[in-house]
C-alpha cells in the first residue's frame, strides 16, 4: 500500500518561500507520476502541480511561475518549492503518487495528514 508523509510547511510572511517533501513508500517511486494538492478551510482539495516519472511537470494557473515541483528518485522523495506566496496559498498541503491519470484527477483511495501552510503577516 502507498504510504506518504509530507513535511516542511509552517508559518511564513506574504511573499516569502517554504520548500515542502514528500516521501513516499509501497511504490516504485520511479516509475509513478507524483502530485500536490492543497486544501484550505471550508474548500475542497485542488491539484496544485504534478510531475511525471519522466520530469514533465505541470501547474494549476494560480501557482505556475511561482511554485516548482521536482523528484529524486534515489531518495523516493518529491518537493514543492513554493515562492512569493500569497494569504491565498494558505492550506493544508498533500502529496500522493501513482499512475498519470491518478496523479492529475487527485483520485485517490487514501491521503497522507498533509502539512500546514499559513500565510500571513
Known amino acids: 500500500q502507498v504510504h506518504v508523509v509530507e513535511s516542511g510547511g509552517g508559518l511564513v510572511q506574504p511573499g516569502g518561500s517554504l520548500r515542502l517533501s514528500c516521501a513516499a513508500s509501497?511504490?516504485?517511486?520511479?516509475?509513478?507520476?507524483m502530485g500536490w494538492y492543497r486544501q484550505a478551510p471550508g474548500n475542497q482539495r485542488e491539484w496544485v502541480a504534478a510531475?511525471?516519472?519522466?520530469?514533465?511537470?505541470d501547474y494549476a494557473d494560480s501557482v505556475s511561475g511561482r511554485f516548482t515541483i521536482s523528484r529524486d528518485n534515489a531518495k523516493n522523495t518529491g518537493y514543492l518549492q513554493m515562492n512569493n506566496l500569497k494569504p491565498e496559498d494558505t492550506a493544508v498541503y498533500y502529496c500522493?503518487?501513482?499512475?498519470?491519470?491518478?496523479?492529475?484527477?487527485?483520485?485517490?483511495?487514501?491521503w497522507g495528514q498533509g502539512t500546514q501552510v499559513t500565510v500571513s503577516s
Open positions: 510531475i511525471t516519472s519522466t520530469g514533465t511537470t
Open positions: 500522493n503518487t501513482g499512475d498519470v491519470t491518478a496523479v492529475w484527477t487527485g483520485t485517490f483511495s487514501s
Open positions: 509501497g511504490i516504485i517511486f520511479g516509475t509513478s507520476a
